[in-house]
């Protein structure tokens, strides 16, 4: 026994190695009072197999220490985490926009809210330990970028991708939102509303269009006139294509809604349309011939949501000219055109030109809106536009 035991301590690399060789030909330490194993010795290799049971040692000593034991496989958490729904989430809406139950837009908008839960809450963070303070913070995250319309939209979707959570991925109770995660109130939203309306930031004036159209370069000066003629807002500018205008009308899906919508072209927008084609980009990848404007690098502006650089056009020849408003822009030209609209009074007409959804029911059995109701509301609008004081 004593020649058994002086074998096993010769086997040490040094005096001061800490595991010691069991008779079996393992290396052991005893912790907390229970024997270790790290490693066979091996006669043939001795150095290296001491080395690789050391190395053991230190990597796990600290949680043998502990009272754990590192060698057990870590529980799979099978739980839901936030990258996980917003992808499950996604390929539902996506879903949605093949079978034309969703528009193209809308997805994108809810890829963005999808993108932004998983910046703000981590890709990794189970879904059900959300909870009121999670979302007070996603609401100043939002609020720090956006005004009070888009942060309730935005709002509205986030609820929407926990709601999906609950409903089809078995999530065992809703999510707790908390009070602090609510929509602007509409109280809020008519003060800003009425804020807008006093500095006249919604609406541009007869005088000011003019002035940008004397201004503006060929591409922007057809975008405004069809913003104006049409209620065309920066993503309808981006979508719209060649194809869509005929005989002087232009007809084409408003991507939001999805719905139909028609409007009688005035010939000074015919004219710009015509006028930018000699400055027009050539296309610079498949599919791009098709649409009317394109960026000065030949490709689409339709490469995010908003459609911003059609955007920054315009607040460019704003600051250039001296009439840029906080919160006025491009899109101010659709309220332009439903505002004058309404001076003449045909508001099923300005519906149908806008791409507004409507639940008047009759509405299902019209299955073609008279085209001198358009024609009448655009000559009125050109007319508030183009004709002389006194005429």
């Given at each position: 026994m004593a020649n058994s035991t002086r074998s096993h301590q010769d086997a040490k690399p040094t005096s001061r190695f800490p595991l010691t060789l069991h008779p079996t030909g393992r290396w052991v330490k005893k912790i907390r009072g229970k024997q270790i194993y790290f490693g066979k010795h091996d006669p043939d290799n001795a150095k290296a197999s001491a080395q690789a049971a050391?190395?053991?040692?230190?990597?796990?000593r600290r949680e043998w220490e502990a009272g754990r034991n590192p060698r057990q496989p870590t529980p799979v958490d099978t739980r839901l985490t936030v990258d996980e729904l917003c992808r499950l989430f996604f390929h539902f809406k996506t879903g949605r926009v093949q079978t034309g139950e969703l528009s193209p837009r809308s997805l994108a908008e809810y890829d963005r809210t999808c993108k932004r839960l998983v910046r703000v809450f981590g890709k990794t963070h189970v879904v059900e330990t959300l909870g009121p303070a999670d979302f007070a913070r996603l609401r100043e995250d939002i609020a720090s970028k956006w005004g009070l319309v888009r942060l309730g939209n935005e709002i509205q979707r986030v609820r929407s991708v926990f709601t999906y959570a609950h409903t089809d991925c078995d999530l065992a109770q809703p999510i707790r939102f908390g009070q602090a995660f609510t929509r602007p109130s509409q109280h809020a939203l008519d003060l800003l509303k009425a804020e807008a309306e006093k500095e006249?930031?919604?609406?541009?004036?007869?005088?000011?269009?003019l002035k940008f159209l004397d201004n503006a370069t060929p591409r922007l000066r057809a975008m405004i006139l069809l913003a104006l003629n049409c209620g065309f807002g920066p993503v309808d500018?981006?979508?719209?294509?060649?194809g869509f205008i005929k005989d002087g009308w232009v007809t084409m899906p408003r991507s939001k809604t999805g719905r139909n919508r028609r409007a009688r072209v005035w010939p000074?927008?015919?004219q710009a349309i015509e006028d930018y084609r000699q400055h027009r980009a050539v296309p610079a990848e498949d599919g791009a011939e098709v649409l009317v404007f394109l960026t000065d690098n030949g490709l689409p502006f339709a490469r995010e949501a908003h459609c911003t650089e059609i955007t920054k056009l315009m607040a460019k020849l704003e600051n250039k000219l001296g009439t840029k408003l906080d919160r006025r822009g491009l899109y101010n030209l659709r309220h332009t055109f439903r505002?004058?609209?309404?001076?003449?009074?045909?508001?099923?007409?300005?519906?149908?030109?806008?791409?507004?959804?409507?639940?008047?029911i009759s509405e299902h059995y019209i299955h073609a809106f008279p085209a001198r109701r358009l024609?009448?509301?655009?000559e009125y609008v050109r007319n508030w536009l183009f004709a002389k004081e006194g005429n």
């Open positions: 050391l190395d053991l040692f230190k990597a796990e006249g930031r919604k609406m541009y004036s007869k005088e000011e269009i500018l981006a979508l719209l294509e060649h000074e927008t015919r505002t004058v609209a309404e001076e003449h009074g045909d508001t099923k007409a300005a519906g149908i030109v806008m791409g507004h959804k409507s639940r008047d024609e009448a509301l655009a």
